[in-house]
């Protein structure tokens, strides 16, 4: 009886951390898309990533793990290191240069893809019945970005691109020895920002800009909200189930819409909301399959 209720505590405070996760995830967002409106989307990136890498290389000191190991150069975390590298440039962008509404909605397909990579590269198990979801989501995926509509803007595929890197990065940190640390991951992700900044900033041309106190105040805040987060996230999966707080990764769709309506002016229609919809009902199908499976494993 007690180990129930303790399991349904941690459950609950595991609940609460993956939503405040989700959303400070959406809060990095928002600053990152009002910045990137008054500075290059390759300064910005080039920042951010140089004082992300910086705090988590503190924080891997801390922890005592190092951030220079023969396996950061394994092929596995070569491909992660890719991935992230077309994640993080394409999902900015599509912050940047689109609704972040839709940008948010697209990113929602995340773990379909994720599924779908595993059967592909991890040669991982799928059944019958997550394969029919997988194509449902992917056609929710569709009908966010409506490509028959006269409105649709090819830039809406910069969130695809994003997502696929995210994918990508996902797929193969599962892969990651135990040597390489949440810290350490953190450490090359945000330096693979910087990398990825720096390319952007050749290709697209413009010079920087001096940073004004309040832009250098939105990065900052970015920032915390970005490293809150990501901690927040690790404390939800090691508190409560995988099953129980999964399913509120999809929170991030609530605070990432509201923030677009209400702060940036965008407009949410019917097709979006429908598409919304469709990706999370797949998503949330996989994750029960996935768990009522558990027992028999």
């Known amino acids: 009886m007690l180990d129930s209720v303790q399991a349904r505590r941690n459950n609950l405070l595991g609940i609460f951390w993956m939503i405040a996760s989700m959303a400070a995830f959406a809060i990095e967002d928002a600053f ?3 910045v990137t409106k008054q500075v290059p989307v390759g300064q910005v990136l080039m920042i951010f990533g140089l004082a992300g890498l910086i705090v988590f290389a503190f924080m891997a000191k801390r922890v005592k793990a190092p951030i220079f190991q023969a396996h950061v150069l394994t092929r596995n975390m070569l491909f992660r290191a890719m991935f992230e590298f077309f994640g993080r440039l394409f999902y900015i962008l599509a912050i940047a240069l689109t609704p972040m509404s839709s940008a948010t909605a697209i990113l929602q397909a995340a773990p379909l893809f994720v599924v779908l990579g595993a059967r592909v590269f991890l040669r991982e198990k799928v059944s019958a019945q997550t ?4 194509f449902v989501g992917l056609a929710g995926v569709l009908i966010i970005l409506r490509p028959s509509a006269d409105d649709f803007s090819a830039l809406s595929l910069l969130a ?5 890197g995210f994918v990508g990065r996902d797929l193969f940190s599962r892969t990651a020895p135990s040597s390489l640390t949440k810290e350490v991951l953190g450490f090359y992700g945000f330096s693979t920002m ?4 720096a390319c952007y900033a050749v290709w697209d041309g413009k010079a920087f800009v001096s940073l004004q106190s309040h832009q250098m105040l939105m990065i900052a805040a970015a920032l915390v909200a970005g490293v809150f987060a990501y901690t927040a996230l690790m404390t939800a999966m090691r508190t409560g189930s995988i099953g129980a707080v999964t399913p509120y990764r999809y929170s991030r769709l609530l605070f990432g819409t509201s923030i677009g309506v209400m702060v940036f002016d965008e407009q949410l229609n019917a ?5 919304c919809a469709v990706v999370i009902g797949a998503g949330l199908f996989i994750g029960w399959q996935n768990q009522r499976r558990q027992p028999a494993q």
């Open 160 to 164: 695809v691109v994003g997502t696929l």
């Open 32 to 34: 990152l898309k009002t």
């Open 131 to 134: 394969w029919v979801a997988i």
């Open 271 to 275: 097709p979006m909301v429908l598409g």
């Open 194 to 197: 910087v990398i990825a900044g």
